[in-house]
């Protein structure tokens, strides 16, 4: 992945979380180590993304503060992707 191609995915990633937030919150050094995690195991933009609106969708009325949350429904989302493509 080029320097530019790295920017352009922590930038989407924030900018996602940021939106549905719905507040300009600035990530931790924590949240982009998490970030730069899913981009060195090759994790596409798309599966990312799907495991943090699925991590906000079963938020119920708790407003998650960090994108910290959205971990394990990343980690869950990967595992569904890899099965699927290996299956393919």
């Known amino acids: ?3 530019e191609e790295s920017a352009r995915y ?3 990633i924030a900018d996602h979380w940021i939106a549905l937030c719905g507040t300009r919150l600035l990530l931790s050094n924590a949240e982009f180590e998490l970030i ?3 981009r060195e195991r090759d ?3 798309r599966v990312v993304l799907r495991g943090i609106n699925d991590a906000w969708a ?3 009325k708790t407003k998650p503060s960090s994108l ?3 971990g394990p429904a990343v980690d869950r989302a990967e595992r ?3 099965a699927a493509v290996a299956e393919s």
Request: aromatic share 20%; proline share 10%; with cysteine.
């Open 80 to 82: 569904y992707w890899r």
């Open 43 to 45: 994790l596409p933009l």
């Open 58 to 60: 079963s938020r119920g």
């Open 68 to 70: 910290h949350y959205c």
């Open 36 to 38: 730069r995690g899913w």
């Open 10 to 12: 922590i930038r989407e």
């Open 1 to 3: 992945m080029t320097p």
